[in-house]
């Protein structure tokens, strides 16, 4: 028998990137676990990610190019065919389309590396003169909001939070989707640290804080508001850090001044005392520091909500301190990063392909070609995304994915919801077996992600289909015979040692340990930016909207569930297991309103769709607001649907990303 390890990086969305160590044996992964050394990961993976073996060398996993010999409205039948045939075929289909731009790639963070990610995808598509893609899909509203008033997609490093006095864990269920922070916050509850958490679900993060306020969705920018008035009123502020380092704050004050807690209370669905209380803690404790995530934004004033948070600690001058301040996301600080060195949009040549929306999928598949639009859409190539499953208001979306003129190719581990409507389905490697190199949004190291073993089957790595498609469609370019390696080698700056990272797998960036101490914000003047900030209400609510809030009165929402990762690991039997069966949550009052018990099968519906999961009557849900936790693949779901079904396609104020939990429903049984 042959043992080895090799390290490897969590290919996963999201925050924590953990540091992998992968045991071998037989040339079979039999074990991956979380390297002890490296300091966010701390010897630790999260229950999904260590059953990555199961996921692997799952019985289901894609081993052949398949092609389709079904209608796209018919149940899916596919057979094997040749690599050889699959790539000749696809590149013909592609060559036959004369306008470049009806060819739409789609891809989002199903690996967030950088290799397997966009690299050699890139390279394809600009050459082609392909339509881009506005990625938007969850983070593009949080991420223009921070920009916007920090410059940057920046905040504080994860570790400094043990450190803290308060923190405020806002629209985010750390302990499901962001462990390894958690282990931190939990060391300063330890230290005597006050835990507020922010959330309309009582989640496990907020049975596990001091205080939980059960906010409605979508109003975090008027408590953020409220929190202003406060700071106003009982002159908590710290004069000489908004004199120093903030512009816009006459604008913004007197926007805030508009907010006492009576409003923000009305307006939150929580109480006078939860404002005022919130308000005291944060103003009188330092240091303050809070956990922002992207929960909050994904309601239409998602971008202005985190402009608004990312403030406060402009205010009360948390940012002095290391353990003060604000994070969302530290992605700004991966300036080694040369992604056009890696997607080469020199390819375009002066071209200025047409971009479509991820987030609109399913209006762009449906629309007709017009001067606006341009062409219709005749080929989409999907890797490491499942748009059917996890794009908003899925009717459409199938819709445009059952076209038969619609020529689709998914590149894939499973048989998911999209590549039951693809014309070819292509085998894909996973993380164990391929190379990449990682950054992250959490924490800010470097990480380097060895292949353990053979491709499975006959999968080949998203980069070798590209090569092997450009190849098939002439394009002889020498930036499309760049081995993975060589990719590698290509992505970061001289900062990084390639042979360090190469040997340790992963390495920490050169960050400062209180960034904006002294402000130093990234915007062109150096301050943060308040003027225009305000808050936007949802789309669907009873106070934009009222007519529509009297036919469907509930607020829905629809966050990770635990077990899963937005739809990936919905097939793996031993998660799905825990998790049970689609579920919508609901308070008591609610359910005894519509003479639901406890189990039964509900409808969830609107005027775009219908979805059907268990009732669970449950403390975890607050009065007016019901929790689909998703992201089910449809068809393990109950009678094909998934909370996408309900949820609608407009877009947030800022950065053009979706508004998953701006949405309307009634609930009725099934
Ligand atoms: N286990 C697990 N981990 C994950 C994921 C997963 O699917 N499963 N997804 C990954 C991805 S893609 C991302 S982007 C990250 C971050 O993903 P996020 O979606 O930010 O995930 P969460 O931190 O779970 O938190 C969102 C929380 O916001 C709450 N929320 C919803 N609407 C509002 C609102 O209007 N205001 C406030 N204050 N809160 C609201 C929800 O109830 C939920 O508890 O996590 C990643 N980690
Ligand atoms: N209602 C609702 N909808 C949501 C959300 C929500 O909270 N509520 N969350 C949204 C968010 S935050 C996000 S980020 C999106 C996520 O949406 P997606 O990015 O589509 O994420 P996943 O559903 O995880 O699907 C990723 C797919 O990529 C595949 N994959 C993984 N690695 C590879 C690889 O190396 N090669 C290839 N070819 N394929 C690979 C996986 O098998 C999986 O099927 O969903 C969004 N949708
Ligand atoms: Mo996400």
Not at 216 to 245: F, K, Q, V
Request: charged share 20%; net charge negative; glycine share 8%.
């Amino acid at each position: 028998m042959t043992t080895r390890t090799v390290f490897g990086a969590c290919p996963h969305d999201c925050p924590d990137t953990c540091a992998m160590q992968v045991t071998v044996e037989n040339e079979r992964v039999i074990k991956v676990q979380g390297r002890a050394d490296h300091p966010n990961t701390h010897g630790a993976l999260c229950t999904k990610v260590s059953r990555y073996p199961e996921r692997t060398y799952h019985a289901d996993r894609l081993l052949h190019p398949l092609k389709r010999v079904s209608k796209k409205t018919e149940a899916p039948a596919f057979v094997q065919v040749s690599w050889a045939e699959a790539i000749a075929d696809i590149a013909a289909r592609l060559k036959a389309i004369r306008d470049p731009q009806a060819i739409q790639p789609y891809s989002y963070a199903g690996t967030m590396g950088l290799i397997q990610g966009e690299a050699m995808a890139g390279r394809l598509w600009n050459a082609l003169g392909a339509a881009r893609l506005d990625r938007t899909i969850c983070a593009s509203a949080g991420g223009a909001g921070l920009a916007a008033t920090y410059g940057h997609k920046l905040g504080m490093h994860t570790r400094h939070f043990a450190g803290a006095r308060l923190i405020v864990i806002w629209g985010s269920n750390s302990i499901a989707s962001n462990l390894h922070f958690w282990t931190y916050a939990n060391q300063a509850k330890r230290d005597g640290a006050k835990l507020i958490c922010i959330d309309p679900r009582k989640t496990e993060t907020a049975d596990k804080c001091h205080q939980h306020i059960a906010v409605l969705p979508g109003t975090d920018g008027a408590l953020a508001l409220g929190l202003m008035h406060e700071l106003i009123a009982h002159d908590w502020l710290d004069r000489d850090y908004i004199a120093g380092h903030v512009d816009g704050w006459d604008e913004l004050r007197d926007k805030a001044l508009a907010w006492p807690p009576e409003r923000v209370a009305a307006t939150c669905g929580i109480t006078v005392d939860e404002v005022r209380g919130l308000a005291r803690d944060y103003a009188t404790t330092t240091p303050a520091a809070i956990r922002m995530n992207y929960g909050l934004q994904r309601v239409r004033g998602g971008g202005n909500a985190v402009r608004l948070i990312a403030l406060l600690p402009c205010l009360t001058g948390a940012w002095r301190h290391e353990s003060g301040g604000v994070l969302l996301s530290a992605s700004g600080w991966n300036a080694p990063f040369k992604k056009a060195d890696l997607e080469r949009p020199d390819l375009l040549a002066g071209r200025q392909p047409r971009m479509v929306n991820m987030s609109t999928i399913g209006d762009a598949l449906l629309a007709p070609a017009s001067p606006e639009f341009g062409p219709r859409i005749e080929a989409l190539v999907v890797y490491n995304s499942n748009p059917v499953a996890v794009a908003p208001e899925s009717p459409k979306v199938v819709a445009g994915f059952q076209r038969e003129d619609l020529f689709t190719v998914v590149l894939e581990h499973f048989m998911t919801d999209t590549a039951d409507l693809a014309d070819y389905v292509l085998p894909a490697t996973t993380q164990l077996e391929h190379l990449d190199v990682h950054t992250s949004y959490g924490h800010t190291d470097v990480l380097m992600n060895q292949p353990a073993v053979a491709p499975l089957g006959e999968a080949k790595t998203n980069t070798q289909i590209f090569r092997e498609l450009a190849a098939a469609m002439g394009l002889t370019d020498p930036a499309f015979s760049d081995s993975d390696e060589q990719l590698a080698a290509q992505a970061f700056t001289a900062d990084i040692d390639m042979g360090l990272l190469r040997t340790q797998g992963w390495l920490p960036l050169p960050i400062p340990e209180a960034p904006f101490a002294e402000g130093g914000f990234r915007t062109p003047n150096g301050r943060a930016q308040a003027a225009g900030a305000d808050y936007v209400p949802n789309y669907e609510s009873a106070q934009a909207s009222p007519e529509l809030a009297a036919r469907f009165p509930l607020a829905m929402i629809s966050p990770p569930a635990r077990n899963f990762l937005n739809s990936s690991f919905v097939n793996v039997k031993s998660l799905r297991d825990i998790e049970g069966e689609p579920l919508i949550e609901m308070h008591a009052d609610d359910a005894a309103a519509r003479s639901l018990a406890d189990g039964v099968l509900v409808a969830a519906f609107n005027d775009r769709g219908r979805y059907v999961a268990r009732l669970k009557v449950s403390k975890r849900a607050r009065p007016g607001v019901v929790n689909g936790l998703g992201v089910w693949w449809r068809k393990l779901g109950v009678e094909g649907s998934n909370v996408n079904e309900v949820t609608h396609q407009r877009l947030t104020d800022m950065g053009n990303a979706p508004t998953f939990y701006d949405c309307l429903v009634q609930v009725e049984a099934a």
